[in-house]
């Protein structure tokens, strides 16, 4: 194998952090838009969603980059 090729667990590493970013883009969108239209509303269920879905997400996420940064720099 050679060593300037990416492995499996860094692409998926990557596709999961680009994904998990452009979703917590699309909520900041979608706060943003309806805050500034009055749809106040909404608000609670987005941070709902924040607290339920991103944090754990997030912290996954940051297991997984932790572990491909140590498999990575073993190889």
């Known amino acids: 194998m050679n060593t300037n090729e990416d492995t499996i667990l860094f692409r998926v590493t990557s596709r999961s952090l680009k994904y998990f970013l452009l979703m917590f ?10 805050h500034a239209l009055g749809g106040l509303n909404i608000i609670p269920i987005l941070v709902y969603v924040l607290q339920h879905l991103f944090v754990p997400l ?10 491909t940064v140590i498999f990575e720099s073993l190889r």
């Open 25 to 34: 883009l699309g909520f900041s969108i979608v706060y943003a838009i309806s």
């Open 58 to 67: 997030g912290i996954m996420l940051f297991c997984l980059i932790t572990i």
